[in-house]
């Protein structure tokens, strides 16, 4: 009796097929991007011909977070712990005092204007230290209340100087990043953003600041 031989299958179109999918997974997959902290970091080459800034001890808020995950705190000679949750506060406190006089008077400071506190919102200066064996976690926390604490005030300053945007710096800058939105809105928010930061510095240091 005679064998009935099996249908081949075709398969000259699954390279075709395969090529197709991968394309579209390509496509469609998101790609996770790590933003990463904004830092700006010293020159490669220090200049030597540059006299070091001297701070006064008065315009630095010292941290310290060590191996334990606490925060220590060091400001105008008396050191304390510090929790995490108070640590946003304390921070907008210190940059907001404006206990400066004569020439270091702070117009837009609405602090407690401490002569024993940062002088305006131009000298005062974050200094963070941390040891090896912090938690990230921990550290990344505290990174995040301290620029908060920035965006506190400069929430404050964008909507003093352009009420008629009804909206905030932390919103505005979400605006301005935003690839979609319209190109003569984002210069102009360009540069109100850059006017505050300058009405705002922020002077975040993570190594120690010299002082006298």
């Known amino acids: ?39 700006k970091l010293p020159p490669w080459e220090p ?28 400001s105008g000679g008396d050191s304390e712990l510090l929790a995490i949750k108070d640590l946003q506060e304390r921070t907008t406190a210190f940059l907001d005092n404006g206990g400066g006089k004569d020439e270091d008077a702070c117009k837009r400071c609405k602090g407690a204007k401490s002569p024993e506190s940062s002088d305006n919102l131009q000298k005062a200066v974050i200094s963070l ?16 209340e301290i620029l908060a604490a920035y965006n506190v005030i400069r929430n404050r300053e964008f909507i003093k100087d352009y009420p008629n945007l009804k909206m905030n710096f932390v919103e505005a800058t979400a605006m301005y990043q935003d690839k979609g939105a319209d190109k003569k809105v984002r210069e102009s928010l360009k540069e109100k953003l ?14 120690e600041a010299q002082r006298n």
């Open 1 to 39: 009796m005679a064998k009935r031989s099996a249908p081949e299958v075709n398969a000259g179109s699954m390279a075709d097929i395969a090529f197709l999918l991968l394309i579209f997974f390509l496509v469609t997959t998101d790609i996770a991007v790590d933003s990463g902290l904004s830092r």
């Open 47 to 74: 200049d030597i011909n540059t006299p070091p800034v001297i701070i006064k001890e008065k315009n630095i808020f010292a941290l310290t977070l060590n191996s334990n995950n606490e925060i220590l705190l060091t």
């Open 129 to 144: 230290a941390n040891d090896r064996l912090t938690d990230y976690k921990t550290y990344i926390t505290v990174q995040n």
């Open 194 to 207: 850059e006017a505050i930061k300058l009405v705002v510095p922020q002077k975040f240091s993570e190594a």
